[in-house]
């Protein structure tokens, strides 16, 4: 089991703004979808089967079912079923002036989403357009991808992202890792994902206890603790070269790292001056600044980052058990966030900076709650079992978090929620949500 003893980060209330410029019928206007409210109404889009360019059809149906799992899985659309289909997707056209927009209106799609794909020796070509079909013309432009026959995947992602930009004006999180504990033989280890849990690596092999794995803002590293050299000490690995280097190893203990937004400071809990605070170090481990947040012989520790970078939540036990405090850097001042139970870690402030969400034990277990920076509006969204650490998604519409042995991922009002991946292997934990690769 892995103890919610780091911050994270959560999103909740996901207010879309459709930027719709440039669609027509039903959404040529300015429209705002509420995707977490109860009321709100699916957008119903066809995907039917790539078409292959080529004699290779394998993977056809593949990567129309890929894209399906993606636009189902970002709560604004509901992928109609291909059984109702009026025509065939290695028969279809391409262009608008090919497709019966008529019937497919009559099945009940308000988009179409077309592809096809070519495959030659090693690599794959994918173009996909987005129709408007109850206009029936193209929505944007056409898009194009290519790359390695392997990295199929991947495209079909970014045509998944492209799609929930043209809709909605915000990019989906398609093309986004997510890193995580697994336990591998009595050891723990870092290891990372796609999204949907497809792709899982493993990045440390340093035979030991590693947890807290953290992403940089670029996506580029993570920092994380591991145990390798006896005592708990932070580290940065490389996520393409695998290359690590040591950042913290100060005397005593060293434990959740948090990377700055937009920078390469993190905030780490050290225990180097006697008791545990808060320390604000540069992405090569020297001390930059003491926060002395605690009091006394309290510990500090979990700190996690607002999105302006300007204030903290972080836990302390100062008032007895574990309670959740914000901490602003620019006045020194802090709060109290928390007061209702007696156990309540891992604050997570969310990429809108509008909800943080925390783990809070109850009735013999552990569940996600959420609470406004003024601390208001705490409520649950997980309810039963032992539920830990949450991430929030970079879009702000999915946590990611521990349930049990697993990593699960939910919606931000907890109504959806599926497991990340069945592994083969271990016990998962302590997820943490990349960022946008390129801002995609």
Known sequence: MFAAKRSLLLVGCCLLLLGAAGLRGAFAQTIYLDINNANFQKIPIAVPDFKSMSSDQQLSH?????????????????CLDPKGFPED?????????????????????????????????GSVRLDGRLFDATAGKLVGTPKSYGGDAGAWRQMVHAFA???????TGQAGVFNTKVAFVQRVGGGKEIFVCDFDGYNPVQLTHDNSIDLSPVWSPDGSRIAYVSYRDGSPKIYVINVASGATHLICGYPGMNITPAWRP?????????????????????????????????????ISVSPNWSPDGRKLAYVSNEAGGPQIYIYDLSSGQKKRL?????YNTSPAWSPKGDWIAYCAQGGGGFDIYVIRPDGGD??????????????????????????GYAIRIMDANGTRDWQLMRSPGGAQGLPDWSPRVNGK
Do not use: C
């Open 262 to 298: 937009g920078g390469n400071e993190l905030a780490v809990a050290l225990s180097k001056g006697g008791s545990q605070d808060l320390y604000l170090v540069n992405s090569s481990g020297g001390i930059e600044r003491k926060l002395n947040v605690g009091f006394g012989s309290s």
């Open 378 to 403: 705490a409520h649950a969204v997980t309810h039963g079992g032992r539920n830990e650490a949450p991430r929030w998604s970079p879009d702000g519409r999915m946590i990611v978090y521990s349930s």
């Open 62 to 78: 593949q990567m129309a079912d890929l894209l399906n799992n993606d636009l189902n899985i970002s709560g604004v659309f509901r």
């Open 89 to 121: 997707g290695q028969r279809m056209g391409l262009e608008a002036s090919q497709i019966n927009f008529q019937s497919w209106k009559q099945v009940g799609a308000n988009f179409l989403a077309r592809a096809s794909y070519q495959v030659q020796g």
């Open 338 to 342: 928390t007061y209702s139970g007696k």
């Open 161 to 167: 992202n492209d799609i929930l930009q043209m809709v």
